[in-house]
């Protein structure tokens, strides 16, 4: 029931995910979530759905900065979002919040840029896009926290405004509180939030990758986790 639990919790695109550099295209199934759980192999999830709404919003810190993190996550919480901070896998953090439901992508990112502007900083926001179409047709991918291999580690965990670790695994993944949709549509409204034009930024390029029956070689070592985070780029293309 927990990897469930974690797999509802970052769902987005059912069709594909991300790993090293790569998209591959097939349904990240409760078994791939559970091997990145164990460590056997990193994956990233597409936050926007083919009707452009995500489940969650992360605000990616890409420095050493736990006071940042701290303070995004306090803001965020002065809006009665409920916020969490992620220890990331190498020197930042990611701020995440998760949804009772499903939401147009548009709403949760002009409240993080609105998050940021209070506070004059600047990070990187997923999804990266208000919406995909067919120049961005899956948007950007994020590795998602509780990377076994990265968690013996105290990294890809959850975190207390103390910098103690709150959630490392599965099960712990219970205590995590849900923000109710609705609170982001007040937020938007006092605010007087709006979009002249919705942002569709092309997405990073990356490798898409059908997996078949009878796939290369480097494939399956990327299905099978070995190969770098990096490696392969060209190999696979």
């Known amino acids: 029931m927990s990897t469930k639990t974690f797999m509802h919790l970052f769902r987005g695109?059912?069709?594909?995910?991300?790993?090293n550099s790569i998209c591959l295209k097939e349904p990240p199934t409760q078994e791939i979530y559970n091997q990145h759980l164990k460590g056997d192999k990193r994956i990233g999830v597409?936050?926007?759905?083919?009707?452009?709404?995500?489940?969650?919003?992360?605000?990616?810190?890409?420095?050493?900065?736990?006071?940042?993190a701290l303070s995004i996550r306090d803001?965020?919480?002065?809006?009665k979002l409920h916020a969490y901070i992620e220890r990331s896998k190498s020197k930042g953090h990611h701020v995440w919040i998760f949804f009772d439901k499903p939401v147009e992508a548009v709403k949760p990112r002009m409240i993080a840029e609105l998050?940021?502007?209070?506070?004059?900083?600047?990070?990187e926001i997923f999804p990266k896009q208000d919406e995909i179409n067919e120049r961005a047709p899956y948007?950007?991918?994020?590795?998602?926290?509780?990377f076994g291999g990265?968690?013996?580690?105290?990294?890809?965990?959850?975190?207390?405004?103390?910098?103690q670790v709150i959630v490392?695994?599965?099960?712990?993944i219970e205590k995590i509180r849900l923000t109710e949709v609705t609170i982001l549509d007040e937020i938007i409204e006092v605010n007087n939030l709006s979009r002249d034009k919705r942002e569709i930024s092309p997405a990073e390029k990356v490798s898409t990758v059908s997996v078949l029956k009878g796939t290369l070689p480097c494939i399956e070592k990327i299905k099978e986790g070995n190969l770098k985070e990096g490696d392969g780029r060209n190999e696979c293309a």
């Open 139 to 146: 948007g950007n991918f994020i590795f998602l926290p509780l």
């Open 115 to 123: 998050i940021l502007k209070e506070l004059e900083l600047k990070c």
């Open 168 to 172: 490392k695994n599965d099960i712990d």
């Open 13 to 19: 695109r059912t069709d594909c995910y991300g790993m």
């Open 75 to 79: 803001k965020a919480r002065h809006y």
């Open 46 to 68: 597409y936050p926007i759905t083919q009707d452009n709404k995500t489940s969650w919003l992360s605000i990616d810190i890409d420095e050493p900065n736990f006071d940042m």
């Open 150 to 163: 990265d968690v013996k580690q105290g990294k890809t965990v959850f975190i207390n405004s103390a910098n």
